[in-house]
């Protein structure tokens, strides 16, 4: 393949990181009216009247269009992948991240489609069985976060120790990506509180930690697309010719 095609590839990929953060957004919180999240102290009747018959259009559009646009992770952390790669001697953390980002996407693919189909049968299954479902989806949503969290630190960890200049990023992008992995870990208490800043729906689990997640993958993906225009001017062959040169004239 071309170098000028692989080039343009490869930023559109890095782009795929602002992407996803935009339109992930909008999918998964703007049209299934989910901010905040449904109180998950609700009762099956409660959740399905006043949730998913009240907001049937939006949230079975906006999760349907969630699970498609959950890729965009997939062709963002492939492509951070590729370059955290390139200044490993041996590339454990850029696999460790590339296996971490893909377990994510099904992550934040599997349920919304899990959603999707509570509304499109909300009114016409049992109520108790739509909020085993739903739940069931937040907590594969939300406990399953260690994949996310090791693919943060192998991030921080790379971005701490490159040595490589220019770096991929600067070392603060670096300490981002420690929080936002890090800032995961109440999401264990799901389970425990139904009310609270440690619940589905808490200004904690919902807001802190979606939030910091969402930075991080913009950071990356706008510092991974500053590395990929950078001139590529190989000094050491050139080096080489000029001494070569002066090898002859002498």
């Known amino acids: 393949m071309d170098e000028t095609l692989?080039?343009?590839?490869?930023?559109?990929?890095?782009?795929?990181?602002?992407a996803?953060?935009?339109?992930?957004?909008?999918?998964?919180?703007?049209?299934?009216?989910?901010?905040?999240?449904?109180?998950?102290?609700?009762?099956?009747?409660?959740l399905v009247q006043n949730y998913y018959l009240k907001h049937h259009d939006g949230i079975l559009l906006g999760q349907t269009l969630s699970a498609a646009t959950g890729v965009l992770y997939m062709v963002w952390c492939s492509q951070l992948s590729v370059q955290m790669w390139r200044r490993e001697p041996a590339p454990i953390l850029s696999l460790l991240q590339l296996t971490g980002g893909l377990l994510t996407?099904?992550?934040?693919?599997?349920?919304?489609?899990?959603?999707?189909?509570?509304?499109?049968?909300?009114?016409?299954?049992?109520p108790e069985i739509i909020r085993t479902v739903h739940l069931v989806g937040w907590y594969c949503f939300d406990?399953?976060?260690w994949i996310t969290t090791i693919e943060g630190i192998a991030v921080f960890l790379l971005v701490l120790k490159d040595r490589t200049q220019p770096a991929l990023m600067p070392k603060w992008a670096g300490w981002l990506?420690?929080?936002?992995?890090?800032?995961?870990?109440?999401?264990?208490?799901?389970?425990?509180?139904?009310?609270?800043?440690f619940a589905i729906n808490g200004w904690f689990n919902f807001h802190v930690v979606f939030i910091t997640f969402g930075l991080f993958i913009a950071v990356c993906s706008y510092y991974q697309v500053v590395d990929l225009k950078r001139p590529r001017i190989p000094a050491?062959?050139?080096?080489?010719q000029a001494i070569g040169r002066s090898q002859v004239t002498t």
């Open 143 to 145: 406990i399953t976060y």
């Open 177 to 197: 990506a420690l929080v936002a992995s890090l800032s995961f870990i109440p999401l264990s208490l799901v389970p425990y509180h139904n009310t609270g800043p």
């Open 236 to 240: 050491t062959p050139g080096l080489a």
């Open 20 to 46: 996803y953060v935009i339109l992930y957004g909008i999918t998964f919180i703007v049209l299934p009216h989910n901010y905040p999240p449904p109180d998950p102290s609700w009762s099956a009747a409660e």
């Open 105 to 126: 996407v099904w992550v934040v693919m599997f349920p919304p489609a899990m959603w999707a189909w509570c509304a499109a049968n909300a009114g016409s299954v049992d």
């Open 6 to 18: 692989s080039r343009r590839i490869q930023i559109v990929c890095a782009y795929a990181g602002i």
